[in-house]
């Protein structure tokens, strides 16, 4: 059979067989087009959850003495739904909650959003995609009036002549996009890259730039000012196919590039030698990953990329443009279909009159029985509790006590919920303060559509049986909202027939599916959306001959540098910035379950560079505290050159004693609500070893 893998936004293409024994045999599909035939180690091993002892099959509930006791699918959505209904009744419909998941199918996502709405009557849901995807996607709505991280096909990767890949790691993080990387240098071209660390991905680059965290806006404006300096902007294309030119050239022409070298460590002959690549080649590809956007100024700073590519001429051309790599497997469909706080399926907003009008109409409500705009992931777990107001939270397929900002202070919020409800195939440091635990169908056990990183709708397969004692997302919502009294809105829990509904309630809208279908998915291997109609073929490349604007404009837009929330000081002298480790996936709520990964990867290790290492007396292998003003953190040390020296780096994929997001900051970007993961301040100090026990 053939599927796709349960992780990232790669969403590989799998062919899976039964062994004898019964567990899965996974293969890399040489025919799918995206990873042909590769796979990472995270997917070949993705088998081995489906028959864990740990996964969970039966609900749990919390028994008196505080410990989770199981108990039948009737009392535990009985008492979930009791529970909402009194909570609902005291303090009103906005005390309740729920947080989905990238990693939710769009079925899912889709349902989840119409149930809060519907069967919850709350304005209150949101995902963790808010903490991967939102920056680049406010950036390229205002930009190009419309986002879909990729806006052509990873194929072109390997087609451009300048690829520059900015505060992105695939070789680590998605390792068979780094195939299409491969072609593009055989072919000639060349590749720049832009990071703090000299990763795995910036070793292979031509021209590697290794700006001080948190400084990636001034520099991506500082490249195009001295591209007007140099008389290297696109003229021509910027009077056709742009609005705003006058404006950012007037606000640049003020930059001063030996401020820009100042601000961002990276000399001005690097900075030369970029624009002039960039500005020279046929074909140019700029691809941001989590670095620039995931900074309190994450949404601006995607804008000062575009400007930069825009200017040069180069969005909307062959092999050219640029795009963001989406993090999660389905970080571009979960934003698209309404389980984000501000907005409703076909990625319409919540707040616009036609976008409520259309899609009540699929729904059969009026228009006015929609709510309005709910609070953005981390603030909605800010507001948990008696304090904040939110009193329940129902959680779908995420682990936000690991993967939130401040994560001691988000568990804080969780143990003070009067009902916390988390539905999710393994205990996890979440459910740790649920008090009730629904087990759920994996993917391999259900069949639903992901959009991939490229905006392409892929169909994984249902390959086995789930275990007796579990459901599928879908039946929980639908068996919660017939509890509710909503049990209308939510007639088949079949995904296909939730696929159908969410086509027609994306018809006309921007992320328009309606035209694809199951069948049509399994018989191209994929659909591109906007896909309006039955006999479109999908829209593989956007934006060739316009953009998504009334007018058909790209917009540039004037951006103002502005310090990090938090950048070092005499208190906390050094930078911390988190990542990830090739073998663990987010919050590593399944990986840290699967031997093969945990044996390459058992803990995470504070990268530090060996100067700093020095002035610190810190060894390799030893331990050192990381201190910021929100938790103190101890790690075992990897000294490594390839990091810079004001600047320490953790993965965050643990949680408890060794989370990474236990020390980062939760300030959250104006505009995307995106918390600031790259940058805060911290110190570091070693740990002293105990005394050598010597026998008498
Ligand atoms: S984690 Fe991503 S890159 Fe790795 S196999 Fe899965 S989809 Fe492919």
Known sequence: MKTHCPYCAFQCGMRVEARPDGALEVRADEDFPVNRGQMCIKGFTSGELLAHPARLQTPLLRGRLGQLVPASWDAALDFVAERLVALRERHGAAALGAFGSGALTNEKAYWLGKFVRLALKSPNVDYNGRYCMSSAAAGQNKAFGLDRGLPFPVEDIGRAEVLVLWGGNPADTMPPLMQWVSQQKERGGKLVVVDPRRTETARLADVHLQPTPGTDLALASGLLALAIAAGRVDDAYIEARTEGWPALRRHLLLTDPAHVERATGVSRDDLERVVRLVADAGSAMLLSGRGPEQQSKGSDTVLALINFMLALGKVGKPASGYGCLTGQGNGQGG??????????????????????????????????????????????????????GVRALLVFGSNVAVASPHALH???????????????????????????????????????????????????????EAPAGTRTDLEIIRELASRLGAGAYFPSSAPEDVFRELGAATAGARADY????????????????????????????????????????????VVRDRPSAETPDAEYPLFFTTGRYREHYNSGAQTRRVPQLVDARPEPRLQIHPRL????????????????????????????????????????????????????????????????????????????????????
């Not at 003070?416 to 999710?424: E, G, I, K, P, Q």
Request: contains cysteine; aromatic residues 6%.
């Open 335 to 388: 934003r698209e279909h309404g389980q984000k706080a501000d907005q409703l399926p076909g990625y319409g907003l919540i707040e616009d009159a036609a976008d409520r009008a259309r899609v009540a109409r699929v729904w059969g409500v009026d228009p006015a029985e929609l709510p309005g705009k709910g609070k953005s992931a981390y603030e909605l777990l800010d507001a948990l509790g008696p304090e904040g």
């Open 410 to 464: 988000v568990e804080r919020r969780l143990a003070s919920l009067d009902l916390c409800v988390v539905a999710d195939a393994f205990e996890n440091e979440t459910s740790a303060h649920a008090h009730a635990v629904l087990p759920v169908a994996q993917w391999a056990e259900e069949t639903g559509t992901m959009t991939n990183l490229e905006g392409r709708v892929i169909l994984r397969e249902r390959l086995r």
């Open 514 to 557: 309606s035209g694809i279908t199951y069948d049509k998915i399994r018989a191209h291997k994929g659909v591109f959306w906007p896909c309006p109609s039955a006999d479109h073929p999908g829209t593989p490349r956007l934006f060739a001959e316009r953009f998504a604007h009334a007018d058909g404009k790209a917009r540039f837009h």
């Open 613 to 696: 290492a020095a002035t610190l007396g810190a060894e390799d292998g030893g331990r050192v505290v990381v201190e910021s003003r929100r938790a103190s953190v101890a790690f075992t040390v990897a000294l490594s050159p390839e990091i810079r020296p004001d600047t320490l780096f953790a993965p965050f994929h643990w949680g408890g004693k060794q989370a990474a997001n236990a020390l980062t900051i939760p300030a959250l970007d104006p505009v995307s609500r995106m918390p600031e993961f790259k940058v805060c301040a911290v110190r570091a100090r070693v740990v002293p070893q105990p005394p050598l026990e010597v026998a008498a």
